[in-house]
C-alpha cells in the first residue's frame, strides 16, 4: 500500500513540473483543449483507482485466481495418488517438477513417513566383464528403462564400494547427466553396460522434509496450531493460505487411502512485488500516452476547434448585422449540421431584418402621411375660416350698409350681386369640404357605376366652348369614341372640371390646349396639356396644398373664382380611386394627367 501511495505522490508531483506552455493551454476554452485534458484526468484518475485496486484487492484476486488456477490439476493429482499402491514417486515427481511445489505424505498425527528406499538408483551391468554396478540416479529428469544401452563414467560415493556417483552418463551420443564436479582419475570408471534393474524411494519425502516451508507447515498441523474443520472446502480436503513464512503459500490436505494425508505446499510470487512491478509499468505507460495526447492535441485542434472557430467568427459577423458571411465547414457531420444551422438563421434574420426595414419604412411613410394629413386638415381649417371670414364681413358690412341707408338705392343691387357672388363662392368652398371630409372617411364608400369617360369629356369641351373662342385657344383633342370605365362619375367629373378650369385660366391667349385620352387592358391614360405656361419648380410640390397661391395672378376669364382646395380635392379623389396622378412642366407647357383602373377591384 505504501509503494503504491508513493508511485500516485510520484505521479502528482510529475504533472506539477509540465511546461508553463501547457499548463496556459490546460487553461485555454477550445474544445480540443477540453477533450485533451478530459482523456488525462481520465488516464490519472483510472491510474490512481487502479492503484488503489491494486494494493487492496490485487492480492486476493492473485490468490484466487492461483487456487483456481492449481485446484483441478491438484484433484487429478491427489486422485492418482490414491490408486497407486504405496508407490507414489512418479506421481509426486511429476506433479512437483510441473507446479515447482513441495508434497510430502504424512500420518495422521501429520509425522512425516519415512521412504523403504532413501535414494533413486539403477543396477548397470558391465558389458565387457559383466560387472555390476549399483549407481546413485542424480536427478530424475530422465526415466530410465531396463535393458537399456548407455555409457558411463562412475566413482565410489562416499568411499562406499557398493555405491557409486555418476560423472557422465550418456546414450547414444545424448548426454543424459554431467557432473559439474570433475571425476578423480584414480577412482574413475568407465564403461558401456546395460540397465538391468531399477529401484525408486516409494515417495519424495525424503526430497522435501528437510525444506524450511514443509517444516514450517507440518509443524504448524502437527500441533493443532491449524484447525482443520475451520479450513475444509471440500470432501475430505483442506486448504489455507500462509503468509508467515519467507514467502506465501497455499497449503493444501487432502485424504490418501483413509489412513494417511497428502501435503502439499505451492509458493506463490509475493502479489506487492507484483504490483509495484504492474504500477510502475502501467505509470511510464500513462505518462506516455499522455505525452502522445498533448503531441495529438494540435491535430485534434485542426479537426475539432478551427471549424468550430471560423462557425464561431461568422457566428460573430452575423451578431453585428452582417449577413453576407457564410460558414463553409463541412469537414464532418456535426460541423456541417452547424454550418447548414447557422446559415439557415443568417438568412432568416436577414430576411426578418428586411421585412422588419421595410414595414418600418412603410410606417414611417404612412406616418409622415398621416402627420401631413393631420396638418393639412389644421391648415385647411384655418385657412377656410380665413377665406370665410372675408366674405361674411363682406355681405355684413354689405347689408349693414343698405340697412342704414349708407349705401345709395342706386348701387344697392350692384353690391347685393357682389353678396351673392360672394355666398355662391362660400357655398362652393364648403360643398368642396364636405366632399374632402367625406372622402377621408374610412366608412364612406365611392359611387362607382360604369360610363363612357369620352362623353365625360366632350360635356366639358362643350361647356367651355364659348371661352375657348373667346380666347382663341387652339383646343386639340385625341380620344377615342367609347372609353368605358368603373368609378365614381361625379367625381372623375370634378376633377376633370378642375384640370379644365386650370388650364384656361392660365393658358396664354392663343396658345394650343391639348387634350389626349388612351387605353390597355386594364387602366385609361387622361392627359391635358396647356402650352405657353410653366410652373416654378419649387412651386410643383405646394400645388396640391390647399389654399395655396403661386405668384402668378389669375385671370379674370371665368365667372367664378376658385375656392383655393380645388387641386387638393381632385389629389384626395383620385387616391380614393387608387389611382396614379400628378402635374409637371413640359417644354412650352404643362401637363395634368391621371391613370384610373377600367375595373374596380
Not at 446 to 475: A, C, G, M, R, Y
Not at 525 to 535: A, D, P, Q, R, W
Request: hydrophobic fraction near 40%.
Amino acid at each position: 500500500m505504501k509503494q503504491s501511495m508513493s508511485k500516485i505522490l510520484k505521479f502528482i508531483k510529475d504533472i506539477r513540473v509540465i511546461p508553463k506552455g501547457i499548463v496556459k493551454l490546460f487553461r485555454s476554452r477550445s474544445i480540443s483543449t477540453q477533450l485533451v485534458l478530459t482523456i488525462i484526468l481520465i488516464f490519472s484518475t483510472f491510474f490512481i483507482l487502479q492503484s488503489l485496486l491494486n494494493s487492496q484487492f490485487f492480492k486476493n484476486y492473485y490468490t484466487e485466481r492461483e487456487f483456481n488456477d492449481i485446484h483441478s490439476e491438484l484433484i487429478d493429482y491427489v486422485t492418482a495418488m490414491n490408486d497407486t499402491n504405496n508407490d507414489y514417486y512418479d506421481e509426486m515427481h511429476s506433479f512437483t517438477s510441473q507446479r515447482n511445489a513441495y508434497s510430502v505424505v504424512v500420518n495422521s498425527n501429520f509425522r512425516i513417513l519415512i521412504s523403504s528406499y532413501t535414494d533413486y538408483t539403477i543396477i548397470v551391468q558391465d558389458d565387457l566383464t559383466s560387472d555390476i554396478y549399483t549407481v546413485i540416479v542424480p536427478n530424475n529428469d530422465y526415466t530410465y528403462i531396463v535393458n537399456e544401452s548407455i555409457s558411463l563414467t562412475i566413482s565410489p560415493y562416499n568411499e562406499n564400494e557398493d555405491l557409486y556417483s555418476p560423472s557422465l552418463i550418456t546414450r547414444s551420443s545424448y548426454t543424459i547427466f554431467t557432473s559439474q564436479i570433475p571425476c578423480n582419475t584414480d577412482n574413475c570408471i568407465t564403461f558401456d553396460g546395460s540397465v538391468i534393474d531399477i529401484h525408486k524411494p516409494n515417495n519424495l519425502n525424503y526430497v522435501y522434509e528437510d525444506a524450511a516451508i514443509v517444516k514450517q507447515e507440518v509443524s504448524k498441523l502437527s500441533s493443532d496450531y491449524i484447525d482443520l474443520s475451520s479450513i475444509e472446502y471440500m470432501d475430505d480436503g483442506y486448504w489455507y493460505k500462509s503468509t508467515d513464512g519467507p514467502v506465501d503459500t497455499l497449503v493444501f490436505i487432502h485424504v490418501l487411502r483413509s489412513w494417511d494425508y497428502i501435503i502439499t505446499i505451492i509458493p506463490i510470487e509475493d502479489t506487492q512485488d507484483i504490483i509495484s512491478i504492474v504500477s510502475s509499468y502501467n505509470y511510464y505507460v500513462y505518462l506516455t500516452a499522455i505525452v502522445i495526447i498533448f503531441l495529438w492535441s494540435f491535430r485534434l485542434s485542426t479537426i475539432i476547434s478551427n471549424p468550430i472557430q471560423n462557425i464561431d467568427l461568422v457566428a460573430k459577423e452575423i451578431a453585428n448585422l452582417n449577413f453576407n458571411m457564410e460558414a463553409n465547414e463541412y469537414r464532418n457531420k456535426e460541423s456541417a449540421s452547424l454550418s447548414r444551422s447557422i446559415n439557415l438563421i443568417s438568412e432568416n434574420l436577414k430576411e426578418a431584418l428586411e421585412n422588419l426595414n421595410t414595414k418600418n419604412q412603410e410606417l414611417t411613410t404612412l406616418y409622415n402621411d398621416q402627420s401631413l394629413q393631420v396638418s393639412l386638415k389644421k391648415q385647411l381649417v384655418s385657412s377656410i375660416s380665413h377665406e370665410l371670414k372675408t366674405p361674411l364681413m363682406i355681405m355684413q358690412v354689405t347689408i349693414q350698409g343698405i340697412l342704414d341707408g349708407v349705401i345709395p338705392s342706386e348701387e344697392q343691387e350692384t353690391e347685393l350681386l357682389n353678396v351673392v357672388d360672394e355666398i355662391n363662392k362660400s357655398s362652393t368652398m364648403i360643398q368642396d369640404m364636405l366632399q374632402i371630409y367625406r372622402l377621408d372617411d374610412a366608412n364612406t364608400e365611392l359611387e362607382i357605376s360604369e360610363f363612357n369617360l369620352s362623353d365625360s369629356i366632350k360635356f366639358f369641351i362643350q361647356d367651355f366652348e364659348n371661352v375657348i373662342k373667346k380666347f382663341n385657344f387652339n383646343l386639340v383633342v385625341d380620344i377615342p369614341e367609347i372609353v368605358n370605365i368603373e368609378a365614381d362619375k361625379k367625381l372623375i367629373h370634378t376633377v376633370i372640371s378642375n384640370y379644365f378650369t386650370n388650364a384656361i385660366k392660365y393658358t396664354e391667349v392663343g396658345e394650343k390646349i391639348y387634350i389626349k385620352v388612351t387605353e390597355d387592358d386594364d387602366s385609361v391614360y387622361f392627359e391635358l396639356i396647356n402650352h405657353g405656361t410653366s410652373i416654378k419648380e419649387e412651386d410643383l410640390e405646394n400645388i396640391w396644398i390647399p389654399f395655396f397661391r403661386a405668384d402668378k395672378l389669375e385671370t379674370p376669364r371665368l365667372k367664378t373664382k376658385g375656392t383655393g382646395i380645388g387641386l387638393y380635392l381632385v389629389s384626395e379623389i383620385l387616391k380614393a380611386h387608387k389611382s396614379e396622378f400628378g402635374i409637371e412642366n413640359i417644354k412650352n407647357g404643362v401637363k395634368a394627367y391621371f391613370y384610373i383602373s377600367k375595373k374596380v377591384e
